[in-house]
């Protein structure tokens, strides 16, 4: 049996810049930390011929075409599979649609245990790489790059996202005791709500290509907040940062509609009198997690689990996508 584990992340800038409908003209950055939350894929050879599927469904097919999950199918016709006999089984800390990135991370996960399973080895950019291929490529999904180079990787990275379509990796120059005081800092509260990022997504990436003039607008705004909390984390300015979480938030709503709702702005106002420096919905929107950058967690901690609201603690992931197993 192979195990492979990938992180999930959070996005701490840029959101937005890493969709090709961007960066093709503009370049796109972007900063991410990869979380102790992961996505499994196991693969095991079973007694039978045919492949065998365990996801939130399940699946037992004959041939590569009649496999329903998309990502699955268009992996496995990567393999090259003649005689498929061969099961696969993915589990999550945390379900999808949470804002987190799962798509990613269960795609660069799959990939490496596919890979180690024909006894191959595969690198991080090239990993991410060959997500991005299966996801926007073939299946033509309107996401970005950062979820499954960030997946890839591990750490806390930021991303230049190239004209030409190649994607620069390098870790935050930040010191040992600003990770911890941002693991510290930094909490996760699940909104209830859940969402396809694809659907957030798809006005972003449609407004565009038309080169909408607001939406443009604001993902140069995005990007110029991302370089600057790049700063600010390398200066160990925790302070600051959640001040340009705030700002982005505030930016980053009036981008779509579907960005947000009356609760979950109900919500942030009653982190923010609470203790919150500034925050943010993680990921594309309209659900998922509400991430806020604190001066006083306890206060905070208080005031959001008397409105029901639960707390996922987490701390960084530094080993990206690897084999546990195999």
């Known amino acids: 049996m192979i195990i492979a584990r990938s992180p ?5 800038g840029g959101g937005g810049t890493d969709m090709p409908s961007y960066y093709h003209d503009y370049d796109g950055f972007s900063i991410a930390g990869a979380i102790d939350k992961y996505v499994y894929v196991t693969i095991m050879r079973p007694f039978t011929p045919g492949i065998y599927l365990k996801y939130s469904q399940l699946e037992h097919v004959e041939q590569v075409d009649q496999v329903q999950h998309k990502i699955i199918r268009e992996a496995l016709y990567m ?3 003649r005689t498929p006999q061969i099961e696969i089984t993915s589990l999550a800390d ?3 649609g949470t804002g987190l990135g799962s798509s990613g991370s269960f795609t660069t996960a799959l990939l490496k245990a596919l890979y180690a ?10 990993l991410a790489e060959l997500a991005c291929h299966i996801e926007i490529d073939r299946l033509s999904e309107p996401i970005g790059k950062q979820d499954q180079y960030i997946a890839a990787y591990g750490g806390l990275q930021y991303f230049t996202f190239h004209k030409a379509g190649t994607v620069s990796a390098e870790p935050l120059n930040i010191s040992m005791q600003t990770v911890f005081d941002l693991e510290d800092k930094l909490l996760l509260f699940f909104t209830g709500f859940s969402r396809s990022a694809g659907s957030v997504l798809k006005d972003q990436y449609l407004r565009t290509m038309q080169h909408d003039d607001e939406m443009l607008n604001s993902l140069h705004y995005v990007k110029k907040l ?4 790049k700063e600010a984390l390398e200066a160990g300015d925790l302070t600051k940062f959640g001040q340009l979480m705030h700002e982005h938030w505030e930016h980053k709503r009036k981008r779509s509609h579907n960005m947000s709702n009356s609760q979950i702005d109900e919500w942030y106002k009653l982190a923010i ?6 925050g943010k919905l993680v990921g594309a929107g309209g659900g998922g997690f509400l991430m806020f950058l604190v001066d006083d967690g306890v ?3 208080h005031t959001m689990n008397n409105i029901g609201l639960e707390e996922v603690r987490f701390r960084f992931d530094f080993h990206g996508t690897k084999i546990l197993i195999g």
Not at 273 to 278: L, S
């Open 117 to 126: 399973h024909r006894c191959k080895m595969i690198m991080p950019h090239e």
């Open 8 to 12: 999930l992340r959070i996005t701490l």
């Open 273 to 278: 009198a609470n203790g919150a420096v500034g």
């Open 79 to 81: 393999q090259n599979l």
């Open 94 to 96: 945390i379900p999808s």
């Open 226 to 229: 991302a370089y600057q909390s």
């Open 299 to 301: 206060k905070l901690r």
